[in-house]
């Protein structure tokens, strides 16, 4: 009786320990997706056609962007493992290539954005939308830098547990999104008004300002004293860089495989017409907003399960990795239920278009039955990571997203004719598949071990 007590008030101990280091990192999530929910209000308020390319700019930067940031995530687990071993030179070493490592993936990415318009060309994205859309990608891009050095020195502290600097610079984030957006949008402060091009550049000033609030944080001086964060400063070293490229390519490949079946799906629907772009651009913001709870959590699950393989203990990684999980799950029913409920409600924050409105309805139910599975996935694949194991999940994403998800939505929305209904249908089939499938893997990997 006792052992069952004493297991009991240890779940509750650390339940309790990943949703205090969690939570701070679900805000800080939920508040950088408001930027989007703001972007895409105020685009909404202008007119579709402004809606319609920032949502284009968003599926087509996405993947690029989303793969850079999956690369720089590994600075999280390294941290962690580090961190757990208590091997805290290290830690500090890690920090400065981690930034050099940002930097040198922020110009591939940049040059990338900027060149879009033969892709935007290829999908058939109608003409009226495609120089809109580029002008958006060209300023956006301007942010790219510093959002990578940003991610380093946030990822070093979230693989030290310390989470709520994300949390304040988000908020932080968030206020000049907002007034970026009216002074270049609408042209105030002598300033042109600059519609959707205007967002792009909002969102680029942001990324400037959230890096040097970072910057304080993660150079204060009881850091710099433990993990002698000058010291550790040094030219870009190939020993630092191939452990985090190790892990983090195959991460970064996941995010990115994930988030193009996505934008692929968000490029077919612009060959739909702009009143279907834009209403799966209201239903997507929606259900990228409720994602960014688990992911919160799963990056948290990522760092408890780290630092427990860092001190070697393996049975606390799986502990760890099944509370993330549980907690996602639990998180995503809810936001299923809220979806199922008031459906007609939450789309009318966005729009008051009645034929947009009909459209996304349909498409928000349809994101409601995903939840469960999308947060069983992103959790899972925290775990995973939390264990450096990201190859294996790599050829996961590729075969679920990839080789069933998005040649069912092309299946179902193209080939017979479905339409958008069609095209979400293949998105619930991808994410299920890949929610079994890193479930499965972690299960395996820590019962071997």
């Avoid at 606390?316 to 008031?342: E, K, N, Q, Y």
Wanted: proline share 4%; hydrophobic share 55%.
């Amino acid at each position: 009786m006792f052992k069952k007590s004493e297991k009991t008030d240890r779940l509750k101990k650390e339940f309790t320990k990943t949703i205090r280091i969690g939570a701070p990192i679900v805000a800080a999530q939920l508040i950088q997706m408001s930027m989007g929910f703001v972007d895409a209000v105020m685009a909404g308020q202008l007119s579709a056609k402004t809606l319609a390319a920032v949502a284009v700019g968003g599926s087509l930067f996405s993947p690029v962007f989303l793969f850079g940031m999956g690369v720089i995530m590994a600075v999280n687990p390294i941290i962690a493992h580090h961190h757990g071993a208590d091997e805290k030179e290290l830690i500090g070493k890690n920090v400065w290539q981690g930034i050099w490592l940002g930097l040198f993936l922020a110009v591939p990415v940049f040059f990338i954005l900027r060149n879009m318009t033969p892709v935007m060309h290829l999908f058939n994205i109608r003409p009226e939308l495609i120089e809109l859309t580029q002008g958006y990608l060209k300023a956006f891009s301007f942010g790219v830098p510093a959002a990578f050095v940003y991610f380093a020195l946030r990822f070093f502290n979230e693989g030290l547990s310390f989470t709520k600097p994300s949390m304040f610079i988000a908020k932080i984030g968030l206020l000049f999104n907002i007034a970026g957006n009216y002074v270049f949008m609408y042209g105030y402060l002598g300033f042109p008004a600059m519609g959707a091009i205007g967002i792009g550049y909002a969102t680029a000033m942001v990324h400037f300002v959230m890096l040097l609030c970072a910057i304080p944080f993660t150079f204060r001086k009881k850091f710099k004293r433990d993990f002698k964060m000058l010291e550790g400063f040094g030219w870009p070293k190939w020993k630092f860089i191939k452990e985090i490229l190790r892990v983090g390519l195959p991460s970064g490949f996941s995010f990115s495989v994930e988030i193009t079946m996505f934008a692929m799906v968000a490029l077919i629907m612009g060959s739909l017409g702009i009143k279907i772009v834009a209403a799966h651009q209201v239903t997507i913001n929606f259900a990228a907003f409720t994602f960014m709870i688990p992911l919160g959590i799963s990056i948290a699950t990522t760092a408890r399960v780290g630092f427990a393989i860092g001190r070697g203990n393996l049975e606390d990684a799986r502990l760890f990795g099944h509370i993330g999980i549980f907690i996602s799950v639990a998180v995503m029913t809810c936001t299923a239920i809220l979806m199922f409920s008031v459906p007609e409600l939450i789309i009318s924050v966005y729009t008051d278009d009645p034929d947009v409105k009909k459209i996304a309805v349909k498409l928000l139910f349809l994101a409601g039955i995903f939840q469960i599975s999308d947060g069983l996935q992103v959790a899972a694949f925290g775990a995973l990571r939390g264990m450096k194991d990201t190859k294996i999940p790599m050829y996961v994403n590729m075969v679920s997203y990839w080789l069933i998800g998005f040649s069912t939505c092309y299946i179902l929305g193209v080939v017979m004719g479905m339409g958008a209904e069609g095209l979400w249908i293949g998105l619930i089939v991808g994410l299920s598949v890949a929610a079994v499938l890193h479930n499965w893997r972690f299960n395996k990997i820590t019962k071997t071990m």
